[in-house]
């Protein structure tokens, strides 16, 4: 077991991998660009630093999700995988590699896993049957019914013969293992909730499928899969090499395993500090040295997701404001660990203040007077005041306060100590005003203060620059090479933060030519931002180009999570427990298929009412009164005529935002249906998609409309989100379902 503390000549750090059944949005670009910062800074501190990233493509989820799309399932992930890597090669990202587990190196490795592990006697064959979350591929303790303790949905409930893993073999090697090793998992609610799981105790775990074939086979016996978590997580192995007999693949492994951080979102904390430290173990395999687990970005008061309709992508941003923004607004606003909400005015409002007029402002101001006073070229600094020893001191004291504050993770606070010393050189600037020519100063003395200030000004945002590369470092490269710095990107290989201090900046370096930095963003810009989101989600061919692969909404994420920015800064960190989704209030009978038309006014109507209508989890606690159970007869059921028909049109009614207009085809007919599912679905994402409908509804008119049917959906609980029935199989228009 490893774990001393970081190693200082070399640095592997990872992503988690992100599930190819959803396109890349802020959340997935937020874990890999506080990666992509870290490894900057590590590589320009001469470390050798190593930055894992790729994605997760085997597994039941992934298999349905392909399947809605009317793909295969390879042919499906390797269009999304493609998403993800194209959208971080667009952000330069500067991981070194990009592994997909459908790859045959991690097929390899993940093989060899297995069968170490069942050599070694942490493996047995034995039967499951319980329940089991798709949507997080997890096994979970309950009755069938029973929702998720991550995502709220109702699992499944699997009957299988597995293989298991010998978990319950490691809870006291765990326990141990995390009280020798406190920094191991962070932040604290991290670790807490961690350990008061494994104190919980720990059953074995099955860690093979037969119920479907999507998976890496079980060695030895193919009609098992391995189970997804297993893959995926030796993804930080295989990636380097494990399980490989190459002398490279070898030496790579040797080289940069164990792992230095998985940074990882907060609630995959469990497969990562608990499930893989034991996997690792059980094969005589050195555990990783840290798992950091980031908060959520949050949109609309909810997790930002795409089950909940409610992304952003990171293009959007891009687009309009530059990639740079993007990612000083992720680490500026969130302090890193807690959840943050985005919003695009939080993100001009941002952008404006401290990098339009704040940092931009300064460089611009600084170049162009270089270059009017003396002809781009640094002056001489001599006759120095206390404003400039000041000055200096700030700087010398923010080199280190940055450093300490981003090495450990407090990106937020790394960026503010560095932005009081933007504002302290704009302070000196203004003081000093090397513009403006007091009468009773003569020639000499204006162009010594010019060129005392000037030079100290422009060694002020040298320091600024260097320090913010990792950050910002498009904008960065191009102050740098404004200042006579030449390539950033080459500075960083040769490990120029190690030498960082304030005088680097020589008499007699030659600017180059101003450019701009961050155009100020126009009043319009929030609203750009959002017409592109709006046109990305009607022209979203979903899923490889393949039919609409709408997934099942999530209830609403945590309400407790801290509010970003400098409030939260002071609010007190809650406890993971605290902050998980609220346990699902028992529902009064068991969930079932919900129909789902809009129903008005007329709450006593027997059709449940759209979800934004139901009363809200936290009203509902009340126990449930004790109702004598009402049955009905085989003759009274036939009466509901359950029809499949077709979306052809979908789209949202004016004024009324929890109606959409449907068109359906029966086959035999077409007819409009009015449902209250607005705020779930997406019209677009409807068209083409088979849905039941209750055919023999009486009509109804809504808003001046007529409603010919009744859609049937499940109603998830906390807040009775709708989620449409459909088939995995073909099924022709208007059959009847019975
Ligand atoms: N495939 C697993 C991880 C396996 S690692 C061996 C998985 N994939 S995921 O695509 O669902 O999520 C990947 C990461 O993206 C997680 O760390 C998750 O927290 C992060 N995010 C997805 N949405 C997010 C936000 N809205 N906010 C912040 N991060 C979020 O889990």
């Not at 077991?1 to 802020?26: C, D, G, K, Q, W």
């Amino acid at each position: 077991m490893t774990n001393s503390a970081l190693s200082p000549e070399r640095f592997y750090l990872t992503t988690p991998i992100y599930y190819v059944n959803a396109r890349p949005h802020l959340g997935h670009a937020y874990s890999t660009i506080v990666c992509d910062a870290i490894a900057r800074r590590k590589r320009a501190l001469g470390i050798d630093t190593w930055f894992l990233t790729g994605t997760d493509e085997h597994g039941q989820k992934i298999e349905r999700s392909a399947r809605l799309a009317g793909r295969t399932p390879g042919e499906f992930a390797t269009a999304i995988a493609a998403e993800f890597r194209g959208l971080w090669d667009g952000l330069s990202l500067s991981y070194n590699d990009f592994i997909r587990t459908t790859e045959d190196r991690h097929k390899r490795g993940v093989q060899h896993l297995f069968a170490t592990l069942r050599d070694r006697g942490y493996i047995y064959k034995g039967s499951y049957t319980g329940q089991y979350c798709v949507s997080d591929e997890l096994y979970v303790d309950g009755p069938p019914g029973t929702p998720c303790p991550d995502c709220g949905r109702i699992t499944e409930t699997v009957s299988e013969e597995n293989y298991f893993f010998k978990l319950s073999a490691f809870e006291r090697k765990l326990l141990e293992f995390y009280e020798a090793n406190p920094g191991f998992m962070q932040p604290e609610s991290t670790r807490r909730e961690v350990i008061s799981f494994v104190r919980g105790g720990l059953k074995d775990l099955s860690v093979s499928r037969t119920s479907f074939s999507w998976g890496i086979p079980v060695p030895g016996d193919e009609k098992h899969v391995v189970y997804v978590w297993l893959d995926a997580l030796a993804n930080y192995i295989t990636a380097l090499g494990y399980g490989s007999d190459d002398p490279a693949d070898k030496a790579r492994f040797a080289r940069y395993w164990p792992a230095d951080m998985h940074l990882i979102g907060k609630e995959i904390s469990r497969f990562h500090c608990v499930y893989w430290p034991a996997f690792l173990m059980a094969a005589g395999i050195p555990l990783p040295r840290s798992v950091r687990a980031n908060g959520w970005l949050l949109f609309d008061q909810g997790k930002m997701s795409k089950s909940r309709g409610n992304i952003v992508r990171a293009e959007t941003v891009q687009q309009v404001l530059g990639a740079d923004a993007l990612r000083y607004f992720l680490l500026r606003e969130i302090p890193f660990g807690q959840d943050g909400t985005f919003s695009f005015d939080a993100l001009v409002q941002r952008y404006n203040g401290d990098l339009a007029n704040g940092y931009g402002n300064l460089v611009s101001r600084v170049v162009n007077m270089v270059f009017k006073y003396f002809g781009g070229v640094v002056p001489p600094a001599s006759g120095l005041t206390t404003a400039e020893v000041t000055l200096q001191a700030s700087a010398t004291r923010t080199i280190a306060a940055f450093g300490e504050a981003f090495d450990a993770m407090e990106f937020s606070d790394a960026l503010k100590a560095l932005w009081a010393l933007v504002a302290e050189t704009d302070g000196y600037l203004t003081a000093n005003a090397p513009w403006k020519k007091p009468p009773e100063r003569s020639e000499a003395d204006h162009y010594q203060l010019q060129a005392r200030v000037l030079a100290t000004a422009a060694e002020a945002i040298r320091v600024i620059t260097a320090l913010v590369y990792p950050i910002l470092p498009e904008s960065a490269a191009k102050v740098w090479a404004q200042l006579g710095q030449g390539d950033i990107t080459e500075a960083a290989r040769n490990a120029f933060l190690t030498q960082i201090a304030w005088g680097g900046l020589q008499a007699g370096t030659k600017f180059m030519g101003p450019a701009p930095l961050f155009p100020r963003a126009e009043k319009d810009a929030v609203e750009r931002m959002v017409a592109i989101e709006e046109q990305n989600n009607k022209s979203v061919i979903e899923a490889a180009g393949g039919a609409p692969v709408p997934e099942q909404p999530a209830p609403k994420a945590q309400p407790a999570a801290p509010q970003n920015s400098e409030s939260t800064k002071k609010a007190e960190k809650k406890p993971m427990e605290e902050t998980k989704p609220t346990p699902t209030p028992e529902p009064a009978a068991e969930p079932a298929a919900a129909s789902v038309q809009a129903a008005p006014a007329a709450p006593t109507s027997t059709v449940a009412a759209p979800a934004a209508e139901a009363p809200a989890a936290a009203e509902a606690v009340a126990p449930a009164p004790v109702e004598e159970k009402q049955y009905i007869t085989i003759d009274d059921f036939a009466k509901v005529e359950l029809r499949v028909a077709q979306v052809l049109v979908a789209e949202r009614i004016p004024k009324a935002d929890k109606l959409l207009r449907l068109e359906v085809d029966l086959g035999y007919e077409k007819r409009q249906i009015l449902a209250g599912i607005a705020q779930y679905y997406e019209p677009e994402k409807l068209i083409g998609r088979r849905i039941v409908i209750v055919a023999n509804l009486a009509p109804r008119k809504m808003r001046g409309l007529e409603s010919n049917g009744m859609l049937l959906a499940a109603s998830l609980p906390p807040d009775g989100a709708p989620v449409l029935a459909g088939f995995l199989e073909d099924v022709p228009l208007g059959a009847r379902l019975k």
